[in-house]
């Protein structure tokens, strides 16, 4: 059997189309983009170009547009430099976002930089948008930080709703995009938010490179400093080839995304289909029927003498998935996210994460190794 990779939440497969253009740019301009000399022009322009082409698919300037190592990276500059720079003294935020957002507001929390309010979650795993609103009538002007998606459950928050909420409480609006950028339009001219992160391995581009919107009419200091790259907003040579690598994945990405879209959502939805069919007492966390990603399925599976070796035992059959996070993956680490949303100590969840090489074929050989673990 042929290895069976679904986790692709937690990483994708980097497109054929962007290793030919980052080969190409290794090997043929290899100039510092800060230097003045016309091997530094050339890559300049690369740079220049791929910053341009990320700004013109989210109909922003490319001054808005900062190179990162990722999203980790964009969403600690932006929370730790809005908290620093823009006097925010509230945060608020839910307990089911990526640590790279959690870990960073409960630092801040606990220096006494912020208070940090955490919105009430609904018993699927969507953020109560009443409660939200409450927070921010007790705290108009407050940092909000939510994620559009969230990566172990899949659930997707209302953007439209929640940005004019934040526009209505004169609130910062910082939305982690790491698992939707590439997956789902965004028109920031249309939705407005001040901060968004984006990671492009999350779409079939390099790892160690992202970028960060931050909407001009904020100004905050560089969260790394030492050199005069991005516009003296974040120091250190640019990874022009990831960079380059990410402007081709993300516009492949929105050249594909109607076709890939359809195709992973039939995957998902047969997954869904064969699990129930298959395994009695089998049920899913968070709203995988309603808005949600379709790249993401989270799949609790009743008690079992098995349930603790699950991920193991489909790791030995060359199946790959995670029982949480990507972060968490591999460590024997309860996930955050299920804690919060009450999903039993005693079960079992895994969570299948679909791309665009996978297939319904892939899917039956995955339920079927389930079904003789859990049912014989």
């Known amino acids: 059997m042929n290895p069976i990779y679904f986790d692709n939440a937690a990483t994708t497969a980097i497109h054929p189309d962007v290793v030919k253009v980052m080969v190409e740019t290794m090997a043929e301009h290899y100039g510092n983009p800060s230097s003045t000399h016309a091997h530094g022009r050339q890559v300049r322009t690369l740079l220049e170009e791929a910053r341009k082409k990320v700004a013109n698919i989210l109909h922003v ?9 990722g999203g980790t990276e964009a969403d600690n500059m932006a929370l730790r ?3 620093e720079d823009l006097g925010v003294s509230h945060a608020i935020s839910s307990k089911i976002e990526h640590h790279a957002v959690l870990h960073t507001l409960e630092e801040l929390d606990k220096k006494k930089k912020i208070q940090l309010h955490f919105v009430n979650l609904l018993p699927n795993g969507h953020i109560d948008i009443n409660h939200l609103e409450e927070l921010l009538k007790q705290y108009p002007g407050a940092l909000v930080s939510l994620m559009h998606a969230n990566n172990e459950l899949g659930n997707m928050i209302d953007l439209d709703k929640v940005s004019k909420l934040c526009l209505q409480y004169q609130a910062i609006f910082h939305c982690d995009t790491v698992q939707t950028i ?16 984006c990671a492009a391995h999350k779409f079939n581009g390099p790892k160690g490179v992202g970028f960060i919107y931050i909407n001009n009419r904020l100004k905050i200091n560089p969260l790394l400093t030492g050199g ?10 640019e990874n022009v080839y990831g960079i380059v690598g990410l402007a081709k994945a993300l516009e492949i990405a929105y050249n594909e995304m109607e076709h890939e879209r359809a195709h992973i959502q039939s995957i998902k939805d047969y997954m869904m289909q064969r699990v129930k069919e298959e395994i009695p007492g089998v049920r899913f966390n968070g709203d995988p029927e309603g808005s949600s990603l379709y790249t993401v399925l989270n799949v609790c599976f009743p008690p079992s003498p098995v349930s603790e070796m699950m991920l193991f035992k489909l790791d030995i059959e060359g199946i790959s998935c995670s029982g949480g996070s990507a972060c968490s993956s591999g460590s024997n680490v309860g996930s955050h996210v299920l804690a919060a949303i009450g ?3 005693d079960s079992s969840s895994v969570r299948f994460s679909f791309g665009r090489q996978n297939t319904k074929e892939e899917v039956d050989i995955v339920v079927g190794k389930l079904k003789e673990m859990l049912v014989g």
Do not use: W, Y
């Open 61 to 69: 300037t490319p001054g808005e547009i900062f190179f990162t190592s």
């Open 81 to 83: 430099c809005c908290v």
């Open 182 to 197: 590439g997956h789902f339009p965004l028109d920031l001219q249309e939705t407005k938010i001040d901060f968004i992160a």
């Open 228 to 237: 005069a790259q991005e516009r003296n907003m974040r120091g250190g040579t």
């Open 343 to 345: 999903v039993p100590e």
